[in-house]
């Protein structure tokens, strides 16, 4: 009933706006006074508030996708992966090296065959750096606007437009279609994934979609033994902790795979790394040599990343080549800001260990999962910091030894997505005749051409419009567009180059840009 009556009241409104102005302006003080929600007046048109409704029923919306025409039952069609940044790359980096099958069987072999299992699909990546990071929208109360910038990720992926630069004015439209989406972002998943599902559900497309949670989830669990007596960590972002998608996962799933020992679960929301690890000036400012007053990440006074004075040693921060600075007065220091990603790492793995310790009743932590994209980029450094911890000594005494194992399990959710995925192509029949060198890559970039929006430099918004903005506004606030090194910084692509080199290639090999 709902459809039907959206689909009725969208065809009446096109209608009358193919009438006179009369009858236009008629039928918006008819809508008015008629208490109907779901519609607004913007410049001359009535624009549903529901973005679904926009992607299915207006043509006019920059949002709209005519799924009568969507290209149906093709095993031929690329991949879909997105996240909310250049995070999501170490999930499809494990997708891409993934070899845990006989390629001609489709049987899993734990040793592989020498053959990487999705060499002959190919791939589109969408990072959604403009809007970045998403784990902050939901400490901004902007809930409702994050759920919109992942189903715009959606609607771009099964569309066929993207933009050269971020003024082009002209739209290009031979990008394909999926056949199947990987939501890598965890955030996005915590979410996301319910309006995802009804979106596709509502649009009769046959696409599937995978998200990053229960991945994880199940391979930390399986890191367990059934009757084992232990802890469980996640690393993942304010927002990802605040919708408590680990914890309902883990709690739903340990049941399931027979798990009777007592499983304790602590988060700690990473609150400013993501954002440090793809860039964004708020959070990471590596040629800064003093204290910027625009900085948002865990200082002295952040409500709730505050850096302890009275622990300060256990940190370990780097104190070079100004991986700290100070806001200092009168021979005073009033704040401190985090500015290298080592310092980030220092900070949370030591208020996760200060959670633990302070527990009464918990268990030794024996696994981490490393649930935001971005974090697997740095697993070497968690594990660093770890085992530097469960070696750190106060006046004789150890800290926090009592309260880990000496070899920590890190979980990257990444391998376990890939073998899902790779099972779905399986059991459907829906593998691919391409190869990975088809794949494409595309990052949003503030749209230049919109005179509303407000920007700190032609790759950034400002913090205060990014989290300022409201759902519901009919306008493009980004444009998507190929990969490059002008919408990269020198600092991204080396790490891409240094820690996925394969992926890396790919990029290269790409219909989009070269990077340089």
Known sequence: MDQLYRESRSALIRKFLNRNRLHHWILALILMLSGCSGGFWNDDKVISHDLEDRMLYEPDSPFYLDVSRYPRDNHLLPIGVFDSGTGGLTVLDAIVNFDRHDNNTHQPNPNGDGLRDFQQEYFLYLGDK???????????????????????????????????????????????????????????????????????????????????????????????????????????????????GYVRALNAQKDKLGRRGKISIFQQAGIGLAGAIDGAGEYLQPEAIEFSPAYKGPSETHPDARIDLAIWPRYGFDTINNALLFDSMENRVNDIQLNSIQNYIAYHVTSLMEQIRIASDAGKLKVVILGCTHYPFFSEQFADRLDALYNYQENGEYIYRPFMTENIILIDPAPSLAGELYDYLATTDRFGESDLSQSRFFLSVPNQTNPNIQIESPLEFTYEYKYGRTAGNDQEYVKRIPFGPSCLSQDIIDMLSEKMPFLYQIIHQSKTFPMN
């Open 130 to 244: 403009a809007n970045m990071p998403y784990g902050t929208y939901p400490a901004e109360s902007k809930i409702d606007l994050l759920e919109e910038h992942i189903l715009k990720d959606v609607q771009f992926l099964l569309g066929n437009q993207y933009y050269l630069t971020s003024t082009d004015a002209m739209v290009q439209t031979d990008k394909p279609s999926v056949k199947a989406i990987v939501v890598a972002c965890n955030t996005a998943t915590a979410y996301g994934m319910d309006r995802i599902e009804r979106f596709l559900s509502r649009s009769g497309l046959d696409v599937k979609v995978f998200g990053i949670i229960d991945a994880g989830v199940q391979a930390a669990l399986q890191s367990l033994e059934e009757d084992e007596d232990a802890s469980i960590a996640v690393f993942a972002t304010a927002g990802t902790v605040s919708s408590n």
